[in-house]
């Protein structure tokens, strides 16, 4: 089981508290933010060696700037966007994990790609020299019980590594719903408010 400690709108500080207590994995969702931070944490702490991770919705026209700083990209949906950070991985002379961001309910405006292209998705995706397809990932929907959503996830990750072997990760559960999303398959959960406590803003 993977713990992503989401470390947005918290300062690099905190993050080094977080190493500092054992974590080595962080998740931001904003490419300025998290450009700042991870720079920050590496002066403060320049022997911890974290992965960092993003788990928010990537501008095509920032993926130059995420590549630098993310060892993994949790929310690749659509081939266009796929395709952007293949060129900035190659850019950067070093492959990039990604993960899919499968939208359950299909729902256009919350971002992940649908159910039904998710595929085609991972095809394409497969098909790059420069990127590494490593899983897939989910937010439950707001209208829907998380124990169904994460049924409905699991289904289609099933299929998927049929195709896909190497696409072992499941990133699915946050500190409201991680005991459903672990219970069906999560590999890996992504924890904010459970572990730093509320967010002042909230993030989108
Ligand atoms: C903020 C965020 C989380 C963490 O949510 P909490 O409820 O604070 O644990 C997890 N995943 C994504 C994609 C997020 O943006």
Redesign the pocket.
């Known amino acids: 089981m993977e713990l992503l400690a ?1 470390t ?1 709108t918290f300062p690099a500080s905190d993050v080094a508290l977080l190493s500092d207590l054992g974590l080595s994995a962080f998740a931001e ?1 904003r490419d300025q933010e998290a450009s700042g931070k991870t720079a920050e944490f590496a002066e403060a702490r320049p022997d911890a060696r974290p992965s960092w991770h993003m ?2 919705n990537v501008q095509r026209n920032k993926a130059r700037s995420v590549v630098s700083w993310a060892d993994r990209v949790d929310t690749v949906d659509s081939v266009r966007l796929a395709d952007a950070l293949a060129k900035a991985a190659a850019q950067r002379g070093r492959p990039l994990d990604v993960l899919l961001q499968a939208s359950i309910d299909g729902d256009p405006a919350r971002g992940g790609c649908p159910l039904p292209e998710l595929a085609a998705l991972a095809d394409h995706v497969a098909g790059s020299g420069e990127l590494r397809l490593v899983g897939v990932m989910a ?1 439950a929907p707001r209208e829907m019980n998380p124990a169904r959503a994460f049924s409905v996830l699991a289904d289609e990750v099933y299929r998927l590594r049929r195709d896909h072997p190497a696409a072992t990760v499941v990133s699915a559960g ?3 719903d991680l005991e459903d999303a672990i219970a069906h398959g999560s590999t890996c959960v ?5 572990l730093l406590g509320g967010r002042r803003l909230a ?1 989108p």
């Not at 992504?190 to 459970?194: F, M, N, P, Q, S």
Request: charged residues 15%; proline residues 0%; positive net charge.
């Open positions: 989401v947005k969702n788990v928010g937010v946050m500190s409201g992504r924890v904010g408010t459970a993030s």
